[in-house]
Structures are given as structure tokens and as C-alpha cells.
């Protein structure tokens, strides 16, 4: 084992002890209002920390500091995107999630367009969770390997069986104050990495900004060259970074789960909005990390297995910082990935259960339902352990991309819902399909950056759902009220 028993210790203390604080929210839970949308007693300002927590995951607190070592810190303009999107699923989206008492993203869909798009929806949600989650799942092997030197099959089992627990007792108010929680724990501990950094480096900040001018501008931000196939540029970052949050926050149940959970539309958008300036912040602060790390590498090189530069930040926590400060960042970036992890069991539940299986109509099929919900979530949870122990590549980027793909369909069948009245459900599918072919064209045999993804594949299914339904004759289902 590579870290002090100390450390050992304060890692173990942190995932037990937010467990047994998750657990402690299962009192008081008597429906699936309760256990998926806790209630609707949370806090604007918990959802909005809650969102940032789950957005973030493990991918990005080793992932973000890869990308800005190995270029600069370009990623903030797909951050810029994110807040843009943010805005508009204010405006198209949460309204329509607040004419009714909706569980799941889904429900709209029905609304909409019947039963039957609905479950295709949620299938397709279904699909693209698991495969981004179990990405983001195996993650966790790179920090373990790293700090044990252990056979990282275990640590997957371990640290997805403690979420598991506090996600079974707990529902969802439990992962909205856990994630609050965690939150404040894995950005000071990026901020304490940050500090030991600067005092690390020869000359601070000053030959941080040294190393990065010579290096090629790592300090960077902005680049507006009109290019498809480069990744970060400030076009593909405003607009594909809007897209893509319009579909992972206005049609992904993980996030739009949270929406719901608000006491209202007006707290709802307070907490998507505020959550859009931490997220930036976030940000920042893990590319700059990244760049420190280059600095620091520049004067005390960091050897990890193989090249990957995902396991960088983590080589450093390990190898460089003291006895007891190493334990407190990577409890805090454990943090990280049992954040996101409960909320992907838990809304991958609630969709199941919801968009799948009867509603209860009598107390007896309620507290049935409310039994079953939890053991969906177990089985959930099993899938995913499964899942982590494949090896996917660079996380972060492969974690987006493959969202990327398969979010577009979602996006542009949601738009059609909400923007054009005329189509109809088989114009939907044939939009649906043509854009997800599409995709996988342009992902398998094109250098089409992923950054367009969801903008090219969302406008092909808008238009070709839009032109299909125009030569549609079959009468249209009627919208529920």
C-alpha cells in the first residue's frame, strides 16, 4: 500500500461515516414522492450544489487537470456553453416540467406523444446513464491503484456498495444533502491541492505563469478559430456546450430529477442558474490545477504507468502531499464519485419504476411500490459495479462523448414535443433514428469533434421529425391536459 495508515484511516472514516448519514433519511419516507423527489422540501440552494455534485463526478476532478496538463485551459469555453443551456431549459424546459406533477422527464413525453414514446425515451435514457456512468464508475480504479497499489475490483465493489447503501435507505433527499456535503469536501480539497501546490513550485504563482507562456500559452482560454474537428474552440464551446446541457440537463432524468425535486418552478430555475456560476468556478479551479501540475512536473516529474495523464493528479496527492492531507483529498475525490454515483441509482430507479412499471392506486400498492423502487436500485447498483470494471479510456472525454451520441436523439424528440405542435409520433421516431445514424456515421468515420455532436445530431432529428410528420397522415394521439 502506497499511503500512510493514517490516511487509511481518515479515507475510511469519510465513506463510512457519509453512508450512515445518508441512511438516517429513510425515516419519514411514505411514497415514491418521498424516496424519488424527496419530498420537494429541499432548498434552492441544495439543488443547486447537489446539481454541481452530480455534474462533476470523479471524471472531472482527475480528468480536468489531465486536460489542462496536457493543453490549457480551452475547456472554459465549453463551460461558457454550459451556462448558456442553462438558460434556455429555464425558458422551454422547467415550465413544461411544472404543469403537472411529473416524476420523471419522461411524463412529458407522454404528454405529448403517448405511452409508447415515452418508454422509448426513457429506454434511451436508460441506455446512455449506464454506459456514461459506468465510465465515470471506473474511474474510482485509476485513484485506487494509484494510492493501494490493490486489485482495483475492489475498491469499485467498495465504495459502489457504501453509495448503494445510503442511496437504498436514504432515496433522494439523502443524495441531495450527502451531495451538499460532498461537494464542500472535494473543492477544498482541490483547493488545499492548489495551495500545496504554489508552495511546491519553485518562485509560486510567478513561475507557473512562466512555464505556461513557454509552453505555448497554457494559460489560454479562448481560441476562435472555425473548425469542426478541433475539440475547444470558442464556437464549438458556446454552442455545442449549450446543446449538450440542453439534453443532459433538460431531457437527462439525473439532472431533471432535481429540477423536480424543487418546491416550485421559481426555486427550480434559482438552482439551475446558480449552479451554472459554481460549475464555472469549479472549473477553473481543476484546469488550473492541471497546469500547476505541469509546472510542478517541470522540476519534479511525475512517471505514471503507461502515460496516463488521468492518473497525474492523483500520482501527485500520493506521492507529494503530507501524511493526513493526502487522506483528506482523496477522501475528497472519492467524494466526487459517490456524489454522482447515488444520483445515477436513484433517477435510473425512479425511471424504471415511474416510466415502466403501473403507478399505485391503493396504500397496499404504494408501500408495494415504494419496496420495489428500492430493489431496482440495487439491481441498478449491481450493473453498474459490473460496468466499472471495463477499462474506457481517457474518462473525461470518453465519459462526454459517449453522452454526446445518443443525448441528441432525447434533445431533439424534446423539442419537437415542446417547440412544433404539428409533429407526431412517427415523425419523432423517424427524426430519432435518422439523427442516432447519423451520429454513429460521424462518430465511427468522421474527425467531426465531439464538442458538435449534440448540436448536429439534435437539428438533423428536429428537422427530418419535423419533415416526416408533414407527410404523416395517421391521426395524432391528443394531449393530456
Not at 426513457?122 to 485506487?144: D, H, N, S
Amino acid at each position: 500500500m502506497r499511503i500512510h495508515y493514517l490516511d487509511l484511516a481518515i479515507i475510511l472514516l469519510y465513506v463510512v461515516g457519509i453512508t450512515l448519514f445518508g441512511m438516517r433519511f429513510r425515516r419519514g419516507q411514505q411514497d415514491i414522492r418521498d424516496y424519488f423527489l424527496g419530498g420537494r422540501t429541499a432548498p434552492w440552494w441544495a439543488i443547486a450544489f447537489s446539481i454541481v455534485a452530480t455534474e462533476t463526478s470523479l471524471l472531472t476532478v482527475i480528468g480536468t487537470p489531465a486536460l489542462a496538463f496536457a493543453g490549457n485551459l480551452g475547456f472554459l469555453q465549453l463551460v461558457l456553453g454550459y451556462n448558456l443551456g442553462r438558460i434556455l431549459i429555464c425558458l422551454v424546459f422547467i415550465p413544461q416540467y411544472f404543469r403537472g406533477e411529473f416524476f420523471t422527464a419522461y411524463q412529458l413525453i407522454e404528454r405529448r406523444f403517448g405511452a409508447q414514446m415515452k418508454s422509448i425515451a426513457a429506454g434511451t435514457f436508460l441506455l446512455t446513464r449506464t454506459l456514461a456512468e459506468g465510465v465515470r464508475v471506473a474511474a474510482i480504479t485509476k485513484v485506487v491503484s494509484v494510492a493501494f497499489g490493490i486489485e482495483a475490483r475492489t475498491a469499485v465493489i467498495l465504495i459502489a456498495a457504501l453509495t448503494l447503501i445510503y442511496t437504498f435507505e436514504g432515496g433522494m433527499k439523502a443524495v441531495i444533502w450527502t451531495d451538499v456535503i460532498q461537494l464542500g469536501i472535494y473543492v477544498s480539497g482541490a483547493v488545499l491541492a492548489a495551495v500545496m501546490l504554489l508552495k511546491q513550485i519553485p518562485g509560486g504563482w510567478a513561475e507557473v505563469t512562466q512555464v505556461a507562456a513557454a509552453a505555448g500559452g497554457k494559460l489560454r482560454i479562448f481560441d476562435f478559430t472555425l473548425s469542426l474537428t478541433q475539440t475547444y474552440t470558442f464556437w464549438s464551446g458556446v454552442l455545442g456546450g449549450a446543446f449538450l446541457t440542453l439534453a443532459s440537463h433538460g431531457t437527462d432524468q439525473l439532472m431533471v430529477q432535481r429540477l423536480l425535486a424543487a418546491r416550485n418552478e421559481r426555486d427550480s430555475k434559482k438552482a439551475l442558474l446558480a449552479s451554472g456560476v459554481i460549475v464555472f468556478a469549479q472549473f477553473a479551479l481543476f484546469l488550473l490545477l492541471g497546469v500547476m501540475l505541469y509546472t510542478y512536473h517541470q522540476h519534479s516529474p511525475l512517471i505514471v504507468a503507461g502515460g496516463d495523464k488521468d492518473r497525474i493528479f492523483p500520482e501527485y496527492v500520493v506521492r507529494e502531499m503530507p501524511v493526513g492531507i493526502t487522506g483528506l483529498v482523496i477522501a475528497a475525490i472519492f467524494a466526487a464519485a459517490m456524489s454522482n454515483l447515488s444520483g445515477a441509482l436513484n433517477s435510473l430507479a425512479s425511471s424504471s419504476i415511474v416510466d415502466f412499471m403501473r403507478k399505485a392506486t391503493t396504500p397496499e400498492d404504494t408501500a408495494r411500490t415504494l419496496a420495489r423502487s428500492r430493489w431496482i436500485t440495487v439491481g441498478w447498483g449491481l450493473v453498474l459495479m459490473v460496468l466499472g470494471t471495463i477499462k474506457w479510456g481517457p474518462v473525461l472525454e470518453t465519459g462526454l462523448t459517449v453522452a454526446s451520441i445518443i443525448y441528441q436523439s432525447l434533445l431533439g424528440l424534446f423539442l419537437l414535443g415542446v417547440l412544433n405542435r404539428r409533429a407526431t409520433v412517427r415523425g419523432a421516431l423517424v427524426g430519432m433514428f435518422t439523427g442516432l445514424g447519423l451520429m454513429l456515421y460521424l462518430w465511427k468515420f468522421t474527425p467531426l469533434a465531439w464538442t458538435w455532436y449534440v448540436l448536429v445530431g439534435t437539428v438533423t432529428t428536429f428537422a427530418v421529425g419535423s419533415v416526416a410528420s408533414l407527410f404523416d397522415t395517421a391521426p395524432q394521439q391528443p394531449e393530456k391536459p
